[in-house]
């Protein structure tokens, strides 16, 4: 059974950054597609970023076009560890972010295509 810890979230005034880590334990990780969804208070959860393991350290990635140029998703095989790096953050960005695992190789970038969730972890963006 897949687990995904997510960490790194917090506060952070606009214009800042922060960098969450997903850490994902029960099977083999460059097997997986793997994603960023962020859920804001009131309103559905969204998709940010996903990304497909190539070969050695290569990785596609893709990103929705309101984070585009500001976030930027990564992953390391030798650590069975996700990383979203935030720049620029805005006050929008506020959300919880979920780590998502999909169990092909794909990039995916509906709910749906996901089998594993990790718990969420909080990023709050003052103005």
């Known amino acids: 059974q897949v687990q995904l810890v997510e960490s790194g979230g917090g506060l952070v005034q606009a214009g800042g950054s922060l960098r969450l880590s997903c850490t994902f334990s029960?099977?083999?990780?460059?097997?997986?597609?793997m994603g960023w969804f962020r859920q804001a208070p009131g309103n559905e959860r969204e998709f940010v970023s996903t990304?497909?393991?190539?070969?050695?350290?290569?990785?596609?990635?893709d990103y929705a076009d309101s984070v585009k140029g500001r976030f930027t998703i990564s992953r390391d095989n030798a650590k069975n560890t996700l990383y979203l790096q935030m720049n620029s953050l805005k006050p929008e960005d506020t959300a919880v972010y979920y780590c998502?695992?999909?169990?092909?190789?794909?990039?995916?970038?509906?709910?749906?295509?996901?089998?594993?969730w990790g718990q969420g972890t909080q990023v709050t963006v003052s103005s």
């Open positions: 029960g099977r083999t990780f460059n097997s997986y597609g």
């Open positions: 990304t497909t393991w190539l070969r050695g350290n290569t990785y596609s990635a």
């Open positions: 998502a695992a999909c169990r092909q190789n794909k990039a995916a970038y509906n709910e749906y295509e996901y089998d594993y």
